[in-house]
């Protein structure tokens, strides 16, 4: 998550982008049948 900006994230298109990338890494490491789907509750962008 370090790698994405703000600017990334700011748009529908790029949470659900946030979401896929979740979704394969975390598939990458856990046996068949993992991850089908991320929700959130809340998302909120810190910019320095």
Known sequence: LFTKTS???????GIERLKEEIIR??????PAGGVKDV??????????
């Open 39 to 48: 929700y959130f509750t809340e998302f909120i962008i810190q910019t320095s």
């Open 25 to 30: 890494r975390t598939n990458a490491i856990l």
């Open 7 to 13: 600017e990334e994230l700011k748009s529908p298109e």
